[in-house]
């Protein structure tokens, strides 16, 4: 089993991606941040996290995405602000088809939201720090993958489980 962490749009908030970081340790495999940290791409977080550039990061040295391969599977991690993720997720169907992923992390509009379209897994952890959306708690979400089976789980900042945002997916 493949254990990842995903948290986005903390917007300056580092303390929180440092207590992340120290209750995860050793109880993830990887730590994503879906992108707008506001954070320098030199910081001491990103020895842990793996981040992307969100619309509010303006540090050059922070990539627009990245894909993970686990084993035989692809993970795509992207913003979202130039896919229009507000309105679909075509675009990152688009770019996730061309990277051969399986699965897309993606943060920008704060809400949290886990949901499979052309056997594709979109997974948005929500905002750490400013939530949108129907549910408005700070949450990030944990990704177990175990064979083909995917279960998302939803957690607040205090680390208090939404149980009402977890899904299961076949992939």
Request: overall charge negative.
């Amino acid at each position: 089993m493949v254990r990842i962490l995903a948290v986005s749009d903390s917007h300056g908030r580092k303390d929180i991606l440092n207590e992340l970081a120290e209750r995860y340790v050793n109880k993830v495999d990887y730590f994503v941040h879906c992108g707008d940290s506001e954070l320098e791409s030199s910081d001491l977080i990103w020895e842990i996290m793996t981040t992307v550039r969100g619309n509010c990061d303006y540090d050059p040295g922070l990539k627009d995405s990245f894909v993970l391969t686990i084993g035989d599977r692809k993970i795509l991690t992207l913003h979202g602000h130039h896919h229009a993720v507000k309105t679909s997720n075509e675009k990152m169907k688009q770019e996730a088809k061309q990277n051969g992923a399986s699965v897309v992390f993606y943060g920008h509009s704060h809400v949290p939201v886990a949901e499979q379209e052309d056997g594709i897994v979109f997974i948005n952890p929500g905002s750490i720090s400013q939530p949108r959306g129907p549910i408005r708690e700070k949450t990030y979400c944990i990704v177990d993958i175990e064979n083909n089976r995917l279960a998302v789980s939803y957690y607040t900042d205090q680390h208090k489980a939404v149980a009402a945002l977890n899904q299961s997916f076949f992939i």
